[in-house]
């Protein structure tokens, strides 16, 4: 077990409906969602509207049925990776090793950090106290030696606070955690190890490795190590980043043909700005559709060269369309672009590096 590192997990509280209710202070204290509405999917949920039984992912129209009530806004994602940009400029002030999940989340590496704080329970009070004093919200974190325990941890003592699983803990909180407490296993797997009698990590840790990988395949040896406190993912600063995608779930379903070009020109140019930023081309795009009844129809197109810019995606998009099985609303669009040049930017540092210096490419 690694006992040497000092990760920290920062999850933000509610992320998107809370920056709702910091920017419209008439939101406060309300069941609100984001996203949603009768043809929609909500997108994230406050902690009013949680007590409700409403959860991100959920269908609008059955939020409204929990919870008649509920107030629902636009999601302004414009908006939110603003914020995100600011919470990250605060983590960076500690350590370079920052591993962003999502917009609202990152794992931490402080074993060395910038400011020399020997705590790392210290430094993630001090996170939090910073990004609550330049956004006004409040961001939940948990401490510990690697990655799996910093992430059950940030979850346990939600919203705005924070526990750390010391070395010595670990055995003893893991016996304890509820099996649906452990990252990694949804509701699926739950239930299945439910049927096997397996309530928490006590009845996990009494299986063998052999059990579990006849029981979970692959992931059964994930699930041996973890109850036991073993997980050696490191945080990784530099993700080889395989695809950038841009979705837009509608309002209103769209209807006609016209509504979908034009919108398929505004994702077009959003993807350009995303790419752009990051100096990102892609050989592959991909369109996706979700209609009216969540059925999802995707469809690809690979060249040789690298797509270039907004109106290479926007024509190529348009083919694709016409290549879709049904006429039927459309609730959701996608493009994404994969095949992208940033295995080739790896590849060539790789090569510089080599007569400098040695290192595992592993």
Not at 10 to 33: C, I, T, W
């Amino acid at each position: 077990m690694q006992s040497d590192r000092k990760i920290i997990h920062v999850d933000m509280d509610a992320f998107y409906a809370s920056v709702e209710q910091h920017d419209n202070p008439e939101l406060r204290g309300k069941p609100l969602a984001v996203g949603g509405g009768m043809h929609g999917v909500v997108a994230a949920a406050s902690y009013e509207a949680r007590k409700f039984g409403i959860r991100s992912a959920m269908p609008g129209k059955i939020a409204l049925e929990k919870c008649p009530h509920l107030i629902v806004v636009k999601p302004r994602f414009a908006r939110y990776k603003e914020i995100s940009q600011q919470i990250r400029k605060i983590f960076y002030e500690f350590t370079d090793l920052v591993e962003p999940l999502s917009l609202d989340e990152a794992y931490l590496d402080v074993t060395e950090n910038k400011k020399g704080i020997e705590s790392a329970q210290e430094i993630a009070r001090q996170i939090r106290s910073r990004i609550f004093e330049e956004t006004g919200l409040t961001a939940s974190a948990g401490i510990s030696v690697n990655k799996f325990l910093a992430k059950v941890a940030s979850d346990y003592r939600k919203p705005n606070g924070q526990k750390s699983i010391h070395p010595t803990q670990i055995l003893e909180f893991m016996e304890k955690l509820p099996i649906e407490k452990f990252y990694g296993i949804g509701k699926v797997t739950a239930n299945k190890m439910h049927e096997l009698h397996i309530y928490t990590g006590k009845e996990l840790k009494e299986k063998s490795l052999e059990e579990l990988t006849r029981l979970f395949g692959k992931s059964g040896n994930y699930y041996y190590n973890v109850v036991r406190g073993i997980h050696h993912s490191e945080v990784k600063p530099h993700r080889i980043q395989k695809s950038v995608a841009v979705e837009e779930t509608f309002w209103e379903n769209l209807l006609d043909e016209e509504s979908v070009f034009k919108q398929l020109q505004i994702i077009s140019e959003e993807l350009e700005g995303r790419l752009s930023k990051k100096e990102i081309k892609g050989k592959s795009l991909t369109l996706k559709i979700k209609y009216k009844d969540f059925t999802v129809y995707t469809r690809s197109k690979t060249q040789e060269v690298y797509f270039d810019n907004a109106q290479d995606f926007y024509e190529t998009a348009q083919k694709l369309w016409e290549l879709r099985p049904f006429d039927k609303p459309v609730r959701l669009l996608g493009l994404s672009l994969s095949n992208l040049n940033t295995q080739e930017k790896k590849q060539i540092s790789v090569q510089l590096k080599i007569p400098f210096e040695e290192f595992d490419l592993d």
